[in-house]
């Protein structure tokens, strides 16, 4: 398996402008999480999907940030407009069904590192 | 509310020393917990977890962690620092509020010195 894939790994742009982040998760698994890392807040929960519906998204700082999830295999995180304190490193992570012998571990992507100037 | 405390910000070990390192929890039923583990530019990995049973469990790359109710901590253990085990650790709790999901701690970044 490919594991959890993000992209880009890399972004950087200027202020003001909309970032699209996007996750592929491991198939078969039914649950998706949005973490930002920072030094300063350590890594915080953005969002969660279980089966495409959005469960949880009480992490999201603002409504610059939104998230969806069209598919099993597809999310994107967006920012609009993206801003200097939006820099950090967005991780994607994905979890199995419960119920299953792995259940409730999550499976995190390599990041993508965003830097807004 | 559910959280999850890691007193030490970063802990210096040699190498082929002991490590431990602390993890308490909030929480009011009983506890899914994680110990995952992020190297430099990557992603966490999951190293173990305890469920229910026995509260010993046993992890990959020789870690263990214990599970004490009574103290409401998750140590995880290692008899022998090798130097790629540098990296940073992150205790966690699971959730279920709404779904399923997981309470990260602060992490704890380790140094091993030769």
């Known amino acids: 398996d490919a594991g959890v894939i993000q992209s880009p790994r890399h972004e950087v742009t200027e202020m003001g402008q909309e970032v699209t982040l996007r996750c592929k998760p491991i198939?078969?698994?039914?649950?998706l999480f949005w973490y930002r890392q920072t030094m300063m807040r350590g890594l915080e929960l953005l969002i969660y999907?279980?089966?495409?519906?959005?469960?949880?998204d009480s992490g999201m700082p603002e409504d610059r940030f939104s998230a969806k999830m069209p598919n099993a295999s597809f999310s994107t995180l967006k920012i609009q407009p993206s801003e200097p304190r939006d820099s950090a490193v967005y991780f994607c992570a994905s979890s199995p069904q419960p119920g299953q012998g792995n259940s409730y571990e999550q499976y995190f992507g390599p990041g993508t590192r965003l830097t807004v100037t | 509310a559910q959280s999850v405390t890691q007193p030490d910000i970063h802990i210096t070990v040699s190498e082929g020393a002991s490590l431990e390192l602390r993890c308490n929890y909030s929480y009011g039923a009983t506890p899914y917990l994680f110990w995952y583990v992020q190297s430099p530019g990557q992603g966490l990995q999951l190293l173990l977890k305890y469920f229910s049973g026995d509260t010993l469990v046993q992890g990959i790359k020789g870690f263990e962690a214990e599970f004490k109710r009574s103290q409401s901590s998750f140590n995880l253990r290692k008899p022998s620092v090798h130097w790629s085990d540098a990296a940073e650790y992150f205790c966690a709790v699971g959730t279920h509020t709404g779904g399923f999901k997981t309470i990260f701690g602060a992490g704890t970044r380790l140094f091993v010195k030769a």
């Open positions: 198939s078969g698994h039914n649950s």
């Open positions: 999907f279980n089966n495409n519906v959005p469960i949880d």
